[in-house]
């Protein structure tokens, strides 16, 4: 089955830095690959997402990258902000496949 | 719409007892799904459905026991907790059936079991 993996496992910024956490997925079949973002005491949340005809998605301070030949999508937020500071996981599934294989998770901290 | 909602939020069980985490989302979603979340290992799915009456296991399925007699609602039953159960429960639920299809979570119940 399918196997991603998430780095770091916790990640400290300056508020107004940039964030980046990468994720590396093992079955080439994969061809969608979401992002949710998990706030304190609630469930995570879908806040971007990717499928694999596309090498660049942004939406405003956020953007993913696909890298099909090195089977690895990244996570950039720019100019972060305090309310940025959560727990975010990377995702990967088959389009007709029911399951969604999640990594371990990183902890973001926006230091003010 | 109230989205997905879970009861209960907290729940402590001794060894043995049993117990249903209720799961109910009013947004006609076809498919809905249980994952259990633990630290260091992201979320993992117990069960899933992709309609009434249809139900079939996920990636770590025993000890757990769900139905679904309705569009609305997803039960999911522990039938005699250990202590390894102890995590955080999610439901979730999405339009339609497929991995692209965005999933809506519900805000988690935390179980422990002593």
């Known amino acids: 089955g399918e196997n991603v993996e998430q780095h770091p496992s916790t990640l400290s910024v300056q508020e107004g830095d940039s964030a980046v956490i990468k994720c590396t997925y093992s079955d080439s079949a994969s061809n969608y690959f979401p992002w949710y973002k998990q706030e304190l005491g609630k469930g995570p949340q879908l806040i971007i997402d990717?499928?694999?005809?596309?090498g660049e998605k942004k939406d405003q301070r956020i953007a993913v990258t696909l890298n099909k030949t090195a089977k690895h999508f990244s996570l950039h937020i720019t100019e972060t902000q305090p309310e940025d500071s959560a727990v975010y996981f990377c995702?990967?599934?088959?389009?007709?496949?029911?399951?969604?294989?999640f990594g371990a998770g990183t902890t973001v901290t926006v230091r003010a | 719409n109230a989205g997905v909602t879970q009861t209960p939020k907290f729940q402590v069980l001794k060894t043995g007892q049993s117990m249903t985490l209720q799961c109910a989302q009013d947004?006609?979603?076809?498919?809905m799904s249980w994952y259990r979340q633990d630290p260091g290992m992201g979320l993992r799915l117990i069960h899933y459905?992709?309609?009434?009456?249809?139900?079939d296991q996920g990636e770590v399925p025993n000890g757990y026991n769900v139905s679904r007699s309705t569009t609305e609602d997803f039960p999911l039953r522990l039938l005699s907790a250990a202590p390894s159960q102890t995590s955080v429960y999610f439901c979730?639920?999405?339009?339609?059936?497929?991995?692209?299809?965005?999933?809506?979570f519900g805000p988690g119940t935390r179980l422990l079991v002593l």
């Open positions: 979730a639920s999405s339009f339609a059936f497929g991995g692209e299809e965005t999933q809506y």
């Open positions: 459905s992709v309609g009434a009456g249809i139900t």
């Open positions: 995702a990967a599934s088959i389009s007709n496949d029911y399951k969604l294989s």
């Open positions: 947004m006609n979603h076809e498919y």
């Open positions: 990717i499928r694999s005809n596309v």
